[in-house]
């Protein structure tokens, strides 16, 4: 006999003498003892990584890391911010749709991303609907058309009725890359002029805010949170607005509608989704702690100073968010094929 079954002999000698003691039945109790399984660690037990499809200083990043750092109090690990920046931020979002569905890794989906990219990705790399689980809206915002303060243009009349007499494509707008909320918005800017604009993308919201600045393109339409400490800082000029009415941080700033683009609402949402197959308990948890989070007034009164819109609470469910994924499809995919946005 080796040492090693001498030991496991002598253990199973005392188990039986104790059992006798006890008046327990040595077969019952080590059928009961082989039957327990350690408990399963409450999710989560582990840091958070949190996918963020946009660059370091944009709007989108702005919000993901504010969110972040309340739920991560709230869920007690951190949640850790990855910026995945281009292509439209297709490359982020199909990072998150191909995570394993373990709850460790969430992602931020923008409008842009989940909408407009299917139309102008011949193949993004993901399927909106069906390669992510969805946890809740977290906000939404409008675009602020900018020039630098150094334009010519005080107003934004008198700017789109520039654009209206000269060539087509005399005027350059910058965006933080092809399917972005900055580049369907000066899209549509041209489609009500009936005038094509030059588009000239960047790698992030900071680096064509600085090329309007420095002169290298002549505006841009920005998430406002992205563009508001510019224009505070007296670097940007704010012409209009993109939304269906004024911003509570800028009242005497117009609409594009007021200006002369009767119509004319452009604005867009962020939330936070996982890769499909989250399980349901995960999933739960993150809507009951995303929740609680987006209920604070502290944060909400800090978002909403940034330029952001918060959904009422209890913030919508994940079958909400899907629906408002699958209705916004409906409705801009079409549109977005008429403006002539051609495929990459």
Known sequence: MTKGSRRIALSRARLSFACVLLGIPLGSFLVGFAGAAPAAAAYPDHPIK??????????ADTLSRAVASALAEQLGQPLVVDNKGGAGGTIGTTDIARAKPDGYTLGIAAQGTFVNNQVLYSAPGYDSIKDFSFISEIAD???LLVVSEKSPYQ???ALLDAIKAKPPETFRYSSSGVGTSHHIAGATVAKYLHKPL??????GAPQGLSAIISGDVDMGLYNLPAAI?????GKLRPLAVTGPKRSTLLPDVPTLDESGLKGYSVTLW?????PAGLP???????YGALNTVMSNPALRDKLISQGFTLPDTPIPKPAAFQDLVRQDLATWVPVLKELGTAAQ
Request: glycine fraction near 12%.
């Open 270 to 274: 962020w939330g936070l989704v996982g």
């Open 141 to 143: 915002v409008q675009n």
């Open 155 to 157: 107003t934004a009349s």
């Open 50 to 59: 949190l996918i963020v499809p946009f660059a370091a200083g944009s709007a």
């Open 280 to 286: 349901s308990d995960v999933s739960a948890r993150l």
């Open 198 to 203: 030059m588009h000239v993308p960047y790698t």
């Open 229 to 233: 400490g510019l224009v505070k800082g």
